[in-house]
Nanobody
Framework: VQLQASGGGLVQAGGSLRLSCAASGSIFSGYVMGWYRQAPGKQRELVAIITSGGSTSYSDSVKGRFTVSRDSATNLVYLQMNSLNPEDTAVYYC?????????WGQGTEVTVSS
């Protein structure tokens, strides 16, 4: 499975961005795709996940501001990020899991200026 993340950039506090993750290769019917982020000097942390059945889950820090969605027909997963603040600055990675298989995308950088 190959993952290509895009959509990062520089945005002012209070602004919005939408990240996209394109998955290709052997996409099984049962999977979990997610967005993780890693800020400078910090560990990678979970942001949001979505299952192949459409269930979603969010970290407390983004709940109510971020929305994860998917387009199953095109194997695209999105992360709509609203009300961004400087603490959201990080490299965002998309992730695919199906059984024992785990894959990571290359990351897209999000910078939120105050």
């Amino acid at each position: 499975v190959q993952l290509q993340a895009s959509g990062g950039g520089l945005v002012q506090a209070g602004g919005s961005l939408r990240l996209s993750c394109a998955a290709s290769g052997s996409i099984f019917s049962g999977y979990v795709m997610g967005w993780y982020r890693q800020a400078p000097g910090k560990q990678r942390e979970l942001v949001a996940i979505i299952t192949s059945g459409g269930s979603t889950s969010y970290s407390d820090s983004v709940k109510g501001r971020f929305t994860v969605s998917r387009d199953s027909a095109t194997n695209l997963v999105y992360l709509q990020m609203n009300s961004l603040n400087p603490e959201d600055t990080a490299v965002y990675y998309c992730n695919y899991r199906s059984g024992p298989r785990i894959y990571w995308g290359q990351g897209t950088e999000v910078t939120v200026s105050s």
